[in-house]
């Protein structure tokens, strides 16, 4: 797999990393003052990583158009080239969360070697009924898995058993279901028949789950159902997935949600109830905007790993969410999108490490109000650079890697070994 040279990678951070050791160890020192073990914090942003949107790495597009960049990727392979790149070069992204047929093959063990050699595995699988897709026999117009037919609702399911046939040969442990299904016009659907049928169907699913794998119920409150959405909230995919067992957890897209809500404090409910399937993580201004994670508030994605990192200080049970981007790249190189997104989260994982737990629960059991919400303040303007740098260049990754992306001229060189294909493949819509 042709990625970046590692010899350029070692040549760019030959320039950086002394001013990155003499900047983390001052970070040390400071963090010390606050009773903060720096490596402590460095171990446990190693190991986090967040999953590589197989339709990210294409430009997205939006309902009215699309402008393709150069070298965009051909199919799945090319892909997790594009992918295997953005992790050599963060070492945030170690997995790629495929969407089926997107992402279909005629080989699927060429595909898992060609992840290994690019240093990848498989997360979550997508499945696909909100689109129609060529020499389909029945139509997702009017829904999927809660269509009034039987026949299109057996079709859909057989297309997520499908999905998981393909990721159990793959090594991914879960399934997203996200479907579109919904209304347009009051009247249209019988709202409780149409969620029986969501909860009849998803159970032909469920039935298909390897033991060790789980569910993602994905809810979105609008689009492209614009007047109502079968699972358009927490609350719908909570019963959902409680009706389902405890393999069904409850997906967060940030993206879904009507703006100003406390995304928050859904997770919060989530992770109490044991239901967190984990996150889509990106930003939005208005609605499903899809702009790039923690572009435009990354004061609220902190509050939400504020949740995360106080479950799993405090061992909250049965809690082990997946982290994925789901983002759409209408203006940037995609990769390098999503090389800087992973790192907003890493760094947003890191301050929220650096929150002061004690003296929170402290201020909180003393109704001090200023203090709590101070300790969280504290924590988010750390500046971590120095941190993730170091955790990059340990992990054989890049100081800067959108300067050694740039210098390392891969798209130009990508996009002469791949033609300009007008419209190319699903982007998110
Ligand atoms: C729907 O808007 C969504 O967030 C779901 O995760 C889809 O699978 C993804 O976008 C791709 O379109
Ligand atoms: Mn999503």
Redo the contacts with the bound molecule.
């Keep these: 797999m042709k990625t970046i040279d590692p010899s350029l990678i070692a040549a760019q951070n030959d320039k950086l990393a002394r001013h990155v050791h003499h900047d983390y160890e001052h970070l040390g020192e400071q963090l010390a003052r606050r009773n903060i073990d720096i490596e402590t914090v460095r171990a446990r942003v190693a190991a986090f990583g967040v999953a590589i949107?197989s339709?990210g790495v294409g430009t997205g597009g939006t309902r009215f158009a699309r402008f393709p960049g150069q070298g965009e990727p051909r199919h799945v392979f090319d892909k997790l080239q594009d992918c295997a790149v953005i992790q050599q070069l963060g070492r945030a992204t170690p997995t790629v969360s495929l969407?089926i047929p997107w992402d279909r093959c005629s080989d699927w063990s060429e595909l898992r070697q060609a992840a290994e050699a690019g240093g990848l595995a498989f997360d979550a699988m997508?499945s696909?009924t909100?689109s129609d897709q060529p020499g389909q026999p029945l139509s997702y117009k009017f829904g999927s898995l809660t269509h009034v037919d039987a026949a299109v609702r057996e079709q859909a399911v057989a297309h997520n058993l499908e999905c998981i046939a393909i990721g159990r040969k793959l090594g991914s442990k879960a399934l997203?279901v996200?479907i579109?299904d919904g209304s347009n016009f009051p009247g249209q659907q019988h709202f409780r028949r149409a969620f029986d049928r969501y909860l009849d169907s998803t159970r032909q699913i469920y039935a298909g789950l390897p033991g060790d794998w789980r569910m993602f119920l994905?809810h979105?409150i609008c689009?492209p159902a614009f007047y109502a959405t079968v699972i358009q909230d927490w609350g719908s995919s909570f019963l959902a997935a409680s009706a389902l067992g405890p393999q069904a957890q409850c997906l967060v897209?940030l993206?879904?949600h009507a703006p100003n809500v406390n995304i928050e404090l859904i997770v919060a409910r989530l992770i109490a109830a044991g239901k967190l399937a984990g996150f889509?993580f990106n930003d939005s201004k208005y609605g499903?905007d899809?702009l790039d994670a923690g572009s435009v508030s990354p004061y609220r994605l902190f509050l939400v790993f504020n949740e995360l990192i106080a479950a799993e200080h405090e061992q909250a049970t049965g809690f082990d969410p997946a982290y994925m981007l789901?983002q759409s790249h209408n203006v940037t190189d995609p990769i390098e999108s999503l090389i800087s997104s992973a790192a907003q989260v890493q760094r947003t994982c890191a301050q929220a490490l650096l929150v002061d737990r004690a003296a929170l629960d402290a201020a909180q059991h003393a109704n001090d109000a200023l203090t709590a919400t101070g300790l969280l303040q504290k924590a988010f303007q750390t500046d971590v650079t120095p941190l993730l740098q170091r955790v990059r260049l340990d992990a054989g990754g890049a100081i800067d890697p959108i300067a050694t992306y740039r210098a390392s001229g891969y798209r130009q060189r990508v996009a002469e070994e791949r033609p300009a294909v007008k419209g190319g493949s699903?982007g998110?819509?």
């Design positions: 949107p339709w969407h997508n696909n909100f997203t996200w579109g994905e979105k689009e897209d993206g879904h889509h499903d899809d789901d699903g998110i819509v």
